[in-house]
């Protein structure tokens, strides 16, 4: 049955006479927030869970398990009705958590709802503010402050709560299936697999929320209709065998650095940051440019005001279109690693022998990441300057999500919890992150419906110091989750 096929006759009618209880969901979900949610996922924050890329020794420290161990202790005690809890952990790879919930009464015939997030985290970082820490739970000013407390330690609570809300409210959801992975800001490595391994367990998924995303303000429901594609290598270039003295090789040897500069400037035009490779672009659909439109229009300044630029730096463009067009459907690169440099206080004069920079493209969401991957190996190791050697490593690449349009019953949810939860339209935004599990389930899962939505905003601090989480935003989110399932329980 597709996502949006009539489910049996009875739990139709009862739909359209009576939703869940609005006043029962928001009572339960903010009693499970201020006396359940907060104090366990505070004691989340604690745990250094670094996700694999950050941690190669990760299997041995135990960070990742101590995660896993610590939300699967807390669901297990919550007494969702008929609800098993199973670690699943397959050879080498980092583990998954999954929860199965089974149907209401009457919703059995609704498929399976794939609730979605991770408890990985990024690396501390330094430069937090007085008081505050990564692995140390602060709740200022409505905000619970901590590496993983926005992105994405809160996914799995909510997706709890928001079950036991439909319950205590009287509602119906169909299957329902959290499913927290340890390895998403590693670029989902072992997610393929882990699919692969649960396809007949999962069975036909009809409806995906992920909680791991945001929108550009906390007043209203964020919806992600886009999220770029990703591709990264490391490449060096090599021009001696051993460095030498700068004053006598000079002029004779070009510099590493030089041979990398000109190899980039065939992929990215330097003066405007546009990329050059046809296999990166693609064209910005009619939707999506009227989207970014709304969205420009409804939280103006939001894309240009949400970085702190140092004073008298300018964004790249004056028009807040352009700059959102820019994040969620054009390819950028950026360099955010380097190999072969000695601090500044150490270098001496010095022709190096090599260069190593770490390259990461974003690219639009109908990219074909592994087409742009070939482009930018081939635009780096050919006929390249001087003969000189050019090594790749790294390489990865991962397919971006563009959402399918909503069935009429999700539209309709839609409106309606934006007026009773929100008190606002919702908005849908692209993101420029990446979330591969989203592009995964698409090509899996075509008739399925998507909701990815989450807590996080412009100032949410996500991957860089004081990471913090807009606890009102949860709540809200948790509650229209609720609704949502119940929603999609009734068609």
Same mark, same amino acid.
């Given at each position: 049955?597709?996502?949006?096929?009539?489910?049996?006759?009875?739990?139709?009618?009862?739909?359209?006479?009576?939703?869940?209880?609005?006043?029962?969901?928001?009572? !339960?979900?903010?009693?499970?927030?201020?006396?359940?949610?907060?104090? #366990?996922? #505070?004691?989340?924050?604690?745990?250094?869970?670094?996700?694999?890329?950050? &941690?190669? &020794?990760?299997?041995?420290?135990?960070?990742?398990?101590? *995660?896993?161990r610590h939300v699967q202790n807390w669901i297990a005690g919550r007494g969702l009705p008929g609800a098993t809890l199973d670690v699943v952990r397959l050879d080498g790879r980092s583990p998954v958590l999954l929860v199965d919930v089974p149907a209401t009464p009457g919703a059995e015939d609704r498929g399976t709802v794939l609730l979605y997030g991770h408890l990985d985290k990024q690396p501390p970082v330094g430069g937090w503010a007085e008081g505050l820490g990564p692995w140390t739970p602060v709740v200022r000013d409505g905000r619970l402050y901590g590496r993983g407390s926005a992105d994405d330690g809160y996914a799995?609570?909510?997706? !709890?709560?928001?079950?036991?809300?439909?319950?205590?409210?009287?509602?119906?959801?169909?299957?329902?299936? %959290?499913?927290?992975?340890?390895?998403?800001?590693?670029?989902?490595?072992?997610? +393929?697999?882990?699919?692969?391994? @649960?396809?007949?367990?999962?069975?036909?998924?009809?409806?995906?929320?992920?909680?791991?995303?945001?929108?550009?303000?906390?007043?209203?429901?964020?919806? !992600?209709?886009?999220?770029?594609?990703?591709?990264?290598?490391?490449?060096?270039?090599?021009?001696?065998?051993?460095?030498?003295?700068?004053?006598? *090789? /000079?002029?004779?040897?070009?510099?590493?650095?030089?041979?990398?500069?000109?190899?980039?400037?065939? %992929?990215?035009?330097?003066?405007?940051?546009?990329?050059?490779?046809?296999?990166?672009?693609? &064209?910005? +659909?009619?939707?999506?440019? &009227?989207?970014?439109?709304?969205?420009?229009?409804?939280?103006?300044?939001?894309?240009?005001?949400?970085?702190?630029?140092?004073?008298?730096?300018?964004?790249?463009?004056?028009?807040? =279109?352009?700059?959102?067009?820019?994040?969620?459907?054009?390819?950028?690169?950026?360099? %955010?690693?380097?190999?072969?440099?000695?601090?500044?206080?150490?270098?001496?004069?010095?022709?190096?022998?090599?260069?190593?920079? *770490?390259? /990461?493209?974003?690219?639009?969401?109908?990219?074909?990441?592994?087409?742009?991957?070939?482009?930018?190996?081939?635009? @780096?190791?050919?006929?390249?300057?001087?003969?000189?050697?050019?090594?790749?490593?790294?390489?990865?690449?991962?397919?971006?999500?563009?959402? +399918?349009?909503?069935?009429?019953?999700?539209?309709?949810?839609?409106?309606?919890? #934006?007026?009773?939860?929100?008190?606002?339209?919702?908005?849908?935004?692209?993101?420029?992150?990446?979330?591969?599990?989203?592009?995964? =389930?698409?090509?899996?899962?075509?008739?399925?419906?998507?909701?990815? !939505?989450?807590?996080?905003?412009?100032?949410?601090?996500?991957?860089?110091?004081?990471?913090? @989480?807009? @606890?009102?935003?949860?709540?809200?989110?948790?509650?229209?989750?609720?609704?949502?399932?119940?929603?999609?329980?009734?068609?």
């Amino acid at each position: 049955m597709a996502a949006n096929a009539e489910p049996n006759c009875d739990l139709a009618t009862a739909g359209r006479m009576a939703r869940v209880e609005q006043t029962t969901v928001r009572e !339960t979900v903010q009693r499970l927030w201020d006396r359940e949610v907060l104090p #366990s996922l #505070s004691g989340l924050v604690e745990i250094p869970a670094l996700s694999q890329a950050f &941690d190669p &020794d990760w299997a041995a420290n135990g960070h990742l398990d101590a *995660a896993v161990r610590h939300v699967q202790n807390w669901i297990a005690g919550r007494g969702l009705p008929g609800a098993t809890l199973d670690v699943v952990r397959l050879d080498g790879r980092s583990p998954v958590l999954l929860v199965d919930v089974p149907a209401t009464p009457g919703a059995e015939d609704r498929g399976t709802v794939l609730l979605y997030g991770h408890l990985d985290k990024q690396p501390p970082v330094g430069g937090w503010a007085e008081g505050l820490g990564p692995w140390t739970p602060v709740v200022r000013d409505g905000r619970l402050y901590g590496r993983g407390s926005a992105d994405d330690g809160y996914a799995g609570y909510a997706a !709890t709560a928001a079950l036991e809300a439909v319950h205590a409210a009287g509602g119906a959801h169909a299957r329902s299936v %959290i499913l927290l992975e340890t390895g998403e800001e590693s670029g989902s490595p072992d997610l +393929p697999r882990y699919l692969e391994h @649960l396809s007949e367990r999962l069975g036909r998924v009809s409806f995906v929320v992920c909680l791991d995303s945001g929108g550009n303000d906390y007043e209203r429901l964020w919806l !992600t209709t886009s999220l770029r594609g990703m591709t990264q290598v490391h490449v060096t270039v090599r021009v001696l065998q051993a460095a030498a003295h700068s004053g006598l *090789a /000079s002029g004779v040897v070009p510099s590493s650095f030089r041979v990398l500069r000109q190899l980039l400037d065939r %992929i990215e035009d330097a003066e405007t940051g546009e990329i050059k490779l046809a296999e990166l672009n693609v &064209d910005i +659909p009619s939707n999506r440019r &009227d989207e970014a439109a709304a969205t420009v229009a409804v939280a103006p300044g939001a894309i240009s005001g949400s970085f702190p630029l140092m004073p008298g730096m300018r964004p790249v463009s004056d028009d807040e =279109l352009e700059l959102l067009l820019n994040q969620s459907w054009r390819p950028t690169l950026s360099v %955010i690693g380097a190999e072969g440099f000695p601090e500044p206080a150490n270098a001496g004069n010095v022709l190096r022998d090599h260069t190593t920079l *770490a390259l /990461s493209f974003r690219l639009p969401p109908t990219a074909d990441a592994a087409a742009a991957l070939n482009a930018v190996e081939k635009a @780096l190791t050919t006929d390249v300057p001087y003969g000189a050697v050019v090594e790749l490593s790294g390489m990865e690449a991962a397919n971006g999500w563009n959402a +399918p349009d909503p069935s009429p019953w999700l539209a309709s949810a839609l409106e309606r919890v #934006s007026d009773e939860v929100f008190g606002a339209p919702w908005r849908s935004v692209g993101l420029g992150g990446s979330i591969p599990f989203m592009g995964l =389930l698409g090509e899996k899962y075509p008739e399925a419906q998507f909701l990815v !939505t989450g807590a996080l905003g412009p100032d949410s601090n996500a991957h860089v110091p004081d990471e913090w @989480l807009h @606890l009102a935003q949860a709540k809200r989110l948790t509650e229209a989750v609720a609704h949502m399932l119940d929603a999609h329980a009734r068609g």
